[in-house]
């Protein structure tokens, strides 16, 4: 009767508040091994149409609320764990001392300049969502709560969004998109945005729709060189996110698709060259291919600029100068922002230098305007390391990037360590690509801080390499091999 009520007189959000209040009493008492896929799945397929389709945009919200929920019931959550569980890990699992005390490092500095800042309350909250709430994933597999396999299953069906999403893409390329043009709302090509959700009429998460072609891409590529995968489904990944690249102008996929393939082939460069050079050669095609399109749907000047007059604008374009900066619109160019920043920053804001102004002083919000962004009519928050610098200094920012780099060589050491399934190793593999992707993105676009589904991949990553390095011990090349995993004879001697 309430929810009736409320609804009749404020309408969707009633509904959406309501509904989360619903799903939230529930969420306390089903299983964390079944409130970790339903996260998974409100991110990469519910949130994103919620926002396009319905136009709630408030529905961003309901990732982070999920992660706020498994947050407040994680201690007792952690209570009952209990030896031989079969829904939980048997061993401790262990992120290796670098990358927890790169996270020590980034999240102390962001809570103390917050403090010192004296960041008001709202701001705190609604900048809480993206430092804070999903970031309980790594506790969950870090304190052994899920199995590892539960992780695996998650990885083995996330590729198929890309199959999934292909007529959400084909809608928005040549229904929404035309529309925009006859309207002159921008450019066109922002609509497309697959599963990832956005603003039919503004843009959209289409740059972690694009960084999640590529990771799946590669993990699908690893899974067929071992033979996990049929040909033919694997072609058809790949074309579908290849497809999904070329129907929405997302340039920075473009350049990652070599950098996540070399991270799959480099390992077999010395034993397999032909193989590998093929391969490689046959991704910088496509990758070219995939350029002459984006010259032909999107190139402004038509067939007067040649595909190489474009390739050169499209990676000197006005988003990377220094100094590019429209007041009308208050849009910062990537490379003028991380100039900016530098310029406000003398040597006389040595404190604002090391730790930054605080959680939310970058943010320009409904809710809430940050202090740094108050003083400027432009966006200063234009990619996540611009955010990073603001808001936890040159401490936090470099503790982010540590953290990165030490996942993705702690993930990439176990590519080819045979003591790993088939599966594992294309896991390993799926996962150096997206960590490296996301480490890539960070003075490109506001992705691991913004896009629940990148952050959710990056967690995925960490917390899989946890529980790798806990049944290891952390030492992939000490560590002796279980008897299962020896020849029949050998362990019949053994025993």
């Given at each position: 009767?309430?929810?009736?009520?409320?609804?009749?007189?404020?309408?969707?959000?009633?509904t959406l508040?309501?509904?989360?209040?619903?799903?939230?009493?529930?969420?306390?008492?089903?299983?964390?091994?079944?409130?970790?896929?339903?996260?998974?799945?409100?991110?990469?397929?519910?949130?994103?149409?919620?926002?396009?389709?319905?136009?709630?945009?408030?529905?961003?919200?309901?990732?982070?609320?999920?992660?706020?929920?498994?947050?407040?019931?994680?201690?007792f959550?952690?209570?009952?764990?209990?030896?031989?569980?079969?829904?939980q890990?048997?061993?401790?699992?262990?992120?290796?001392?670098?990358?927890?005390a790169?996270?020590?490092?980034?999240?102390?500095?962001?809570?103390?300049?917050?403090?010192?800042?004296?960041?008001?309350?709202?701001?705190?909250?609604?900048?809480?969502?993206?430092?804070f709430?999903?970031?309980?994933?790594?506790?969950?597999f870090?304190?052994?709560?899920?199995?590892?396999?539960?992780?695996?299953?998650?990885?083995?069906?996330?590729p198929?969004?890309?199959?999934?999403?292909?007529?959400?893409?084909?809608?928005?390329?040549?229904?929404?998109?035309?529309?925009?043009?006859?309207?002159?709302?921008g450019?066109?090509?922002?609509?497309?945005?697959?599963?990832?959700?956005?603003?039919?009429?503004?843009?959209?998460?289409?740059?972690?729709?694009?960084?999640?072609c590529?990771?799946?891409?590669?993990?699908?590529?690893?899974?067929?060189?071992?033979?996990?995968?049929?040909?033919?489904?694997?072609?058809?990944?790949?074309?579908?996110?290849?497809?999904?690249?070329?129907?929405?102008?997302?340039?920075?996929?473009?350049?990652?698709?070599?950098?996540?393939?070399?991270?799959?082939?480099?390992?077999q460069?010395?034993?397999?060259?032909?193989?590998?050079?093929?391969?490689?050669?046959?991704?910088?095609?496509?990758?070219?291919?995939?350029?002459?399109?984006?010259?032909?749907?999107?190139?402004?000047?038509?067939?007067?600029?040649?595909?190489?007059?474009?390739?050169?604008?499209?990676?000197?374009?006005?988003?990377?100068?220094?100094?590019f900066?429209?007041?009308?619109?208050?849009?910062?160019?990537?490379k003028?922002?991380?100039?900016?920043?530098?310029?406000?920053?003398?040597?006389?804001?040595?404190?604002?230098?090391?730790?930054?102004?605080?959680?939310?002083?970058?943010?320009?919000?409904?809710?809430?305007?940050?202090?740094?962004?108050?003083?400027?009519?432009?966006?200063?928050?234009?990619?996540?390391?611009?955010?990073?610098?603001?808001?936890?200094?040159?401490?936090?920012?470099?503790a982010?990037?540590?953290?990165?780099?030490?996942?993705?060589?702690?993930?990439?050491?176990?590519?080819?360590?045979?003591?790993?399934?088939?599966?594992?190793?294309?896991?390993?593999?799926?996962?150096?690509?997206?960590?490296m992707?996301?480490?890539?993105?960070?003075?490109?676009?506001?992705?691991?801080?913004?896009?629940?589904?990148?952050?959710?991949?990056?967690?995925?990553?960490?917390?899989?390499?946890?529980?790798?390095?806990?049944?290891?011990?952390?030492?992939?090349?000490?560590?002796?091999?279980?008897?299962?995993?020896?020849?029949?004879?050998?362990?019949?001697?053994?025993?």
């Amino acid at each position: 009767m309430l929810g009736g009520l409320a609804t009749a007189l404020f309408g969707k959000v009633a509904t959406l508040f309501f509904s989360v209040l619903i799903v939230g009493f529930f969420g306390l008492v089903v299983p964390v091994r079944m409130m970790v896929p339903a996260l998974v799945v409100m991110s990469f397929l519910v949130a994103g149409q919620l926002t396009y389709f319905a136009r709630i945009d408030k529905a961003l919200w309901l990732p982070f609320l999920i992660g706020l929920l498994l947050l407040i019931r994680f201690p007792f959550d952690l209570m009952q764990r209990a030896p031989g569980n079969n829904h939980q890990y048997d061993f401790d699992p262990k992120l290796g001392f670098a990358i927890k005390a790169s996270l020590f490092v980034y999240f102390a500095t962001l809570a103390a300049s917050t403090a010192i800042n004296t960041v008001g309350p709202l701001q705190i909250l609604v900048s809480a969502k993206e430092y804070f709430f999903l970031w309980v994933l790594l506790l969950i597999f870090s304190f052994g709560l899920v199995r590892p396999e539960l992780i695996e299953k998650i990885w083995h069906w996330l590729p198929w969004l890309m199959v999934f999403q292909i007529p959400l893409i084909l809608y928005q390329r040549f229904v929404i998109a035309p529309s925009r043009a006859v309207r002159h709302m921008g450019a066109e090509w922002d609509a497309v945005v697959g599963a990832f959700g956005g603003n039919p009429e503004g843009g959209g998460a289409s740059g972690a729709m694009g960084m999640f072609c590529v990771v799946a891409m590669a993990y699908t590529v690893a899974r067929w060189r071992r033979g996990l995968i049929g040909g033919f489904p694997a072609g058809v990944l790949v074309l579908c996110g290849f497809a999904s690249i070329a129907l929405a102008e997302v340039k920075f996929a473009v350049l990652l698709l070599p950098l996540g393939f070399a991270v799959i082939y480099i390992r077999q460069f010395l034993k397999k060259p032909v193989e590998t050079a093929f391969a490689m050669l046959a991704v910088f095609v496509i990758s070219f291919s995939v350029l002459v399109l984006y010259k032909t749907q999107f190139s402004n000047d038509g067939e007067s600029q040649s595909v190489g007059e474009y390739i050169e604008s499209t990676f000197k374009s006005r988003s990377n100068d220094d100094d590019f900066v429209n007041y009308r619109t208050g849009e910062l160019g990537r490379k003028a922002a991380l100039v900016f920043w530098k310029q406000q920053h003398d040597v006389y804001a040595l404190d604002k230098l090391l730790i930054g102004h605080g959680a939310g002083a970058s943010r320009v919000g409904d809710m809430v305007v940050g202090e740094a962004a108050k003083r400027w009519p432009f966006n200063i928050a234009r990619s996540s390391l611009a955010i990073l610098l603001w808001e936890t200094g040159v401490i936090g920012s470099v503790a982010v990037i540590a953290m990165l780099s030490f996942c993705f060589v702690g993930l990439f050491r176990y590519v080819s360590d045979e003591r790993l399934s088939q599966e594992q190793q294309s896991l390993a593999a799926g996962m150096s690509v997206a960590v490296m992707t996301v480490a890539a993105s960070l003075p490109y676009n506001t992705d691991f801080l913004f896009a629940h589904q990148t952050q959710i991949l990056l967690l995925l990553s960490l917390g899989y390499l946890a529980q790798l390095n806990g049944k290891f011990s952390g030492r992939p090349e000490e560590a002796s091999p279980s008897p299962a995993q020896l020849s029949p004879g050998m362990g019949s001697k053994l025993a």
